[in-house]
């Protein structure tokens, strides 16, 4: 890992003369650039309190995500003047270069804005779309019935229109100060002359390296030789560097018209074993929607998160909600009670979530009805008992709809990355974006992975004749359980976060906030909590951890347990005197700050 790190430092070094020079309307106060030496430090010091479960302290900014080159080259844009909006399109190219398996041009995000001079919240969905041409049979096989999910996933069928190129271009257009093109400076050279081959990373392509051989370029790229790429193994890609080029040149329409939309849509279509259905005019018609944020009080604070399509901000507002009547505080950590209230209130909000949460330009979503006061109350009595539930229901949410959906089964794999930043101009930025599962549809073009984003869409459109609100359908966003959240208090923010998991997202990011607010953990003990999820009945506790020891308690409570590794990536940045970053230690993850 240091050596991941120098390399990353040398390269940015070389262009840190440029990269001072891509900010525009910005005070010689506000710009404070970094030598390599001062950044090395950095570095170097944020992995030292990472390993020592501290977190790290700034002043003015802050950035934390899952890989120090990618932080590394968010942290010049601010020094450099930048702001938050600004780092976060270089993190996200540099994250595509170096965490392939997780996110990048090809997937889609969902971000979650805090503005400081006006004090409002504001959401974009970047999430995928289905072509127009797909329909409720898309992942069904001959006989009506549905796909196994890697024969669905693999290949073309699954790929959606990409949302974030056009993601990184919005928020900058809306927020940014700083030169677009050479916020792509790092990106490039690091593709150009090579990083250094994670450990994750190095892990994860031996382990898919099946999969990954049937795309000739995917082959070529993560197997060269006919074996996976090792760790330490500096790795190149000119293509990635041409594609930034041109969106860095051009914007991101280069990326949704032309010759690369030609070529995306031509390798989806032209898989022969499993193609897609993705045309040029998919491409074009994409856009960004801005979305009204779902917010939900919790101990005197404000939980902002993203509305649908995600179901990210609803459910975790809904867990929250839940828990609100309960001293979680007096209770502790180490509660086997306070893990059955959380973990029976998770159960409750994902059996709304499987009921009515879905693209609601597509389908009516209670939205107000589902974190409505009178409503979380009625569903906050069930748990009062002293034992798990026995069984959960969906809710009856106040609605002016008809609310007749199927429960959706939809499978959601964890992969995925989270960005979080501040800005020293008072702004504040949590973004969680992925590809979907880890190496998306293994369809590479252009030097990038494409998303498999339409297999999070139930396969099947009807149970028992009544249909599933997040079905497919032509143009659709499938339903995410991304949850970029900031937290506010008196208008204000004080914690900004989000995870990556799957499904499990949602646990990891109330985890975290319960932690910080209830049990006064600081962001990196926060953080670093050891996880225990309850989405659907049984109880995932994280192995090798001291949660184990809840393991007999909550089977004596009614509770299935399996311990598995639950390998979040959470990154969050704490507000008040100053700002305290926290990277999970679970990944590869840093924060810097200055």
Not at 84 to 98: E, K, P, T
Not at 185 to 192: G, H, N, S
Not at 280 to 291: A, H, K, T, W
Not at 517 to 525: I, N, R, S
């Amino acid at each position: 890992m240091k050596r991941l790190i120098r390399a990353g430092i040398l390269l940015l070094a070389a262009t840190h003369a440029s990269a001072q020079q891509t900010t525009d309307s910005v005070t010689p106060e506000a710009a404070t650039p970094l030598g390599a030496a001062a950044l090395g430090a950095q570095v170097d010091a944020a992995l030292a309190a990472k390993q020592a479960g501290q977190p790290v302290e700034a002043r003015h900014w802050m950035v934390a995500a899952a890989n120090p080159y990618a932080v590394t080259a968010g942290a010049e844009v601010l020094a450099a003047g930048g702001t938050a909006a600004d780092a976060m399109v270089a993190v996200q190219a540099v994250l595509g270069l170096v965490e392939p398996q997780s996110s990048g041009l090809g997937g889609g995000a969902f971000l979650v804005w805090y503005d400081g001079a006006s004090g409002t919240i504001t959401t974009l969905d970047g999430r995928e779309t289905a072509p127009l041409a797909a329909g409720p049979t898309l992942f069904l096989d001959g006989t009506g019935k549905p796909l196994k999910f890697f024969d669905a996933v693999v290949g073309g069928r699954s790929v959606g229109v990409p949302g974030t190129p056009a993601l990184m271009q919005a928020a900058h257009a809306k927020w940014g100060r700083s030169d677009w093109a050479g916020l792509f400076a790092q990106a490039i050279r690091l593709a150009e002359e090579g990083f250094t081959v994670s450990p994750r990373l190095a892990t994860l392509v031996a382990a898919d390296s099946m999969r990954l051989s049937k795309d000739p370029e995917a082959r070529a790229y993560f197997l060269p030789g006919g074996l996976p790429v090792a760790e330490g193994h500096s790795l190149r890609n000119p293509a990635y560097a041409e594609t930034l080029r041109a969106i860095a040149g051009q914007g991101a329409r280069r990326f949704y018209s032309g010759k690369l939309a030609q070529a995306i849509v031509e390798k989806v279509r032209g898989i022969e074993d499993n193609p897609g259905l993705l045309s040029e005019i998919d491409m074009s018609l994409y856009q960004v929607r801005e979305r009204e944020a779902v917010c939900v009080p919790y101990r005197g604070h404000e939980v902002c998160g993203m509305g649908p399509p995600s179901s990210g901000g609803l459910t975790v507002g809904q867990i929250l909600g839940l828990l609100q009547p309960y001293d979680l505080a007096a209770l502790g950590p180490g509660s086997a009670e306070a893990w059955r209230l959380i973990g029976d209130a998770s159960r409750l909000a994902f059996a709304d979530r499987g009921r009515y949460m879905a693209d609601s330009d597509y389908v009516p979503v209670p939205v107000k009805g589902l974190v409505a006061p009178d409503y979380l109350a009625r569903r906050a009595a069930l748990l009062q008992g002293g034992e798990a539930l026995a069984e959960v229901a969906p809710g009856a949410p106040e609605f002016d709809h008809a609310l007749n959906w199927a429960d959706d089964d939809a499978i959601e794999l964890p992969s995925t990355s989270h960005i979080s930043i501040v800005d020293q101009y008072g702004n504040a930025l949590s973004m969680t974006t992925t590809i979907e599962n880890a190496f998306g549809s293994r369809v590479m073009v252009g030097g990038f992975l494409l998303n498999n984003e339409l297999t999070d869409f139930s396969f099947r459109s009807h149970r028992d004749g009544v249909p599933v609100a997040n079905r497919v359908e032509p143009g659709k966003r499938p339903r995410s359980s991304m949850a970029p959240t900031i937290v506010l208090r008196d208008g204000r923010p004080v914690l900004v976060l989000g995870s990556p998991g799957g499904s499990r997202i949602i646990g990891y990011v109330a985890k975290t906030i319960i932690a910080h607010l209830d049990w006064g953990m600081d962001v990196q003990a926060a953080v670093a909590l050891p996880h225990l999820v309850n989405r659907f009945g049984a109880y995932d506790i994280e192995t090798g951890t001291e949660a184990t020891a809840l393991e007999a308690p909550l089977k004596a409570l009614g509770y299935e347990v399996k311990a598995r590794a639950l390998n979040s990536g959470l990154h969050a940045i704490a507000l008040g005197q100053g700002l305290k970053g926290g990277a999970d230690p679970r990944r590869e993850g840093i924060a810097l700050g200055h």
